[in-house]
């Protein structure tokens, strides 16, 4: 069993920096594939990062491309989403998910924990 929490939301203006947090207790990390989701009112849940710490691999949705970054820390066990030109479209609530195994992975029913969800608001 994995547990997940979310930190580091908040209130930001267009072109301003934000980074998430996702610890984790139960497992370590190592041995999951980490991956950040958002949902905007009335929209689906959509992609935004993955990584695999045993393939040393990212993914990202071509959205954040070049604005956000994923990343790890083995030892605090914390996984965290650097975000960067933060745009009005990005907000939403960000969760954060872990899938077993190596394979990184955008869909949002192939992962196995999900965090809370932390709400990140960018106004224009």
């Known amino acids: 069993q994995v547990q997940l929490i979310e930190s580091g939301g908040g209130l930001v203006q267009t072109g301003d920096s934000l980074r998430l947090s996702c610890a984790a207790s139960?497992?370590?990390?190592?041995?999951?594939?980490m991956g950040w989701f958002r949902q905007a009112p009335g929209k689906e849940r959509e992609f935004v990062a993955a990584?695999?710490?045993?393939?040393?691999?990212?993914y990202y949705a071509d959205s954040v491309k070049g604005r956000f970054t994923i990343s790890g820390d083995n030892a605090k066990n914390t996984v965290y989403l650097q975000m960067n030109s933060l745009k009005s479209e990005d907000t939403a609530v960000y969760y954060c998910?872990?899938?077993?195994?190596?394979?990184?992975?955008?869909?949002?029913?192939?992962?196995?924990?999900w965090g809370q969800g932390t709400q990140v608001t960018v106004s224009s």
């Open positions: 990584i695999s710490w045993s393939r040393s691999s990212t």
């Open positions: 139960g497992r370590t990390l190592s041995t999951y594939v």
């Open positions: 998910a872990a899938r077993r195994g190596s394979r990184l992975n955008d869909s949002w029913d192939q992962y196995d924990y």
